[in-house]
């Protein structure tokens, strides 16, 4: 099932989304579709870093450490 949804884009950015369908052989709704998964998963990915940097049980390891702890 797919939901159907309208955004307005700058002319510049939609120019650029044509060009890309187009050189990828692929529908637009294709690539917005693309783009914005890979947004969320980095969205995902960022939301899980930071709450790791502001958990203060999560311990702070310096690089001299790392490298000792790795034999290097």
Same mark, same amino acid.
């Given at each position: 099932? !797919?939901?159907?949804?309208?955004? $307005?884009? &700058?002319?510049?950015?939609?120019? =650029?989304? #044509?060009?890309?369908? =187009? ?6 709704s294709?690539?917005?579709? =693309? ?16 709450? $790791?940097?502001?958990?203060? !049980?999560? &311990?702070?390891? !310096?690089? =001299? ?5 790795? #034999?290097?």
């Amino acid at each position: 099932m !797919s939901t159907a949804i309208s955004v $307005r884009l &700058p002319d510049a950015v939609a120019k =650029k989304l #044509g060009l890309v369908a =187009k050189e990828t052989e692929r529908s637009r709704s294709f690539v917005v579709t =693309k783009a914005v998964e890979t947004y969320l998963d980095d969205f995902a990915d960022l939301q899980v870093a930071l709450d $790791r940097l502001r958990d203060n !049980s999560d &311990p702070v390891v !310096s690089s =001299k450490d790392m490298r000792a702890s790795l #034999g290097l």
